[in-house]
């Protein structure tokens, strides 16, 4: 994406476009990918930007809440940020870290409960832990 389509993704969700959120949106939209807040302070300080920590998790918070990407929290302490908003699901490899993208299409989900009285369903997302064989 360019810096201009980036501006405009930015506006069209009603995020306003400063130079910092450019930085951190040019980073995680780059490509299909997730990334932890981490990740992507290292990736920045290491591209010479200057953009603050406090500014990264401030910007990924209004991204997410914005829907301009997802949030997947894989266990208590551990989040990360995915640059593909459709429907999908993950593997997640608990020794490596790795999300992998599982199409939603591959995936049956049958037998779901009632709904809570008051309440409708916004989605169901499976997320699949993987480890390698012990050999």
Known sequence: MTRTEIQKRLRDTGVMPTSQRIEVAELLLSR???????????????????????????????????GLIKEINVDATRKYYDSTTDAHH???????????????????????????????????????RVRDRAR
């Open 32 to 66: 299909p990918q997730h990334l932890s807040a981490d990740q992507i302070i290292e990736k920045l300080q290491r591209a010479g930007s200057r953009v603050s920590k406090a500014t990264v998790y401030n910007s990924l918070k209004t991204f997410s809440e914005t």
């Open 90 to 128: 993950h593997f997640y490899h608990v020794e490596t870290g790795e999300l992998i993208d599982i199409p939603i299409d591959r995936i049956d989900i049958a037998g779901l409960p009632d709904l809570p009285e008051g309440t409708e369903q916004e989605s169901v997302e499976v997320l699949i």
